[in-house]
């Protein structure tokens, strides 16, 4: 019972913290939040300590951020959730890249797309049509 709710708890705080940075790629200005966002200026928080009760508060994370992927996007883009993901994993100071590529569609339209990876494991969906890449960037 105690678990359902510590993951119902860290679920919804997941779901506020995509959304306050959806709002922010949204409303400030693009160069700005690149910047901000790069630099990764959260990294002064991270825990330093690796011991088992932290190892599985990343797992839940990563499992809760997947859901949040699938299960809830209003309010939420690919940016925001590996946007978050990337805050919440280097809280725990797990490094993470985050990619942010360009594909084109069956009608031929650009289409952009950020996902996020830890230890070579996707934590967000990467891109579904990689064979028609555009460009990649990794920050």
């Known amino acids: 019972m105690i678990k359902k709710i510590i993951k119902t ?4 705080f997941i779901c506020f913290v995509d959304s306050f940075f959806w709002l922010m790629i949204m409303n400030l ?12 200026p959260w990294l002064i928080f991270s825990i330093k300590t690796k011991n088992l009760f932290l ?5 839940l994370i990563k499992k809760l951020i997947l859901k949040r992927c699938n299960l809830n ?6 940016l925001s959730r590996s946007i978050t993901a990337r805050f919440l994993l280097d809280i725990f100071n797990l490094k993470n ?4 590529g360009m594909t084109k569609n069956k009608k031929g339209k650009k289409v952009a797309h950020a996902w996020l990876v830890e230890k070579k494991i996707q934590i967000t969906p990467k891109m579904v049509n990689e064979l028609e890449v555009i460009s990649l960037h990794k920050l």
């Open 9 to 12: 708890i860290l679920y919804i």
């Open 29 to 40: 200005n693009g160069k700005f939040v690149f910047k901000l966002f790069a630099k990764r």
């Open 55 to 59: 190892i599985k508060l990343s797992e």
């Open 73 to 78: 996007p209003s309010f939420s883009t690919c």
């Open 97 to 100: 890249e985050l990619y942010l």
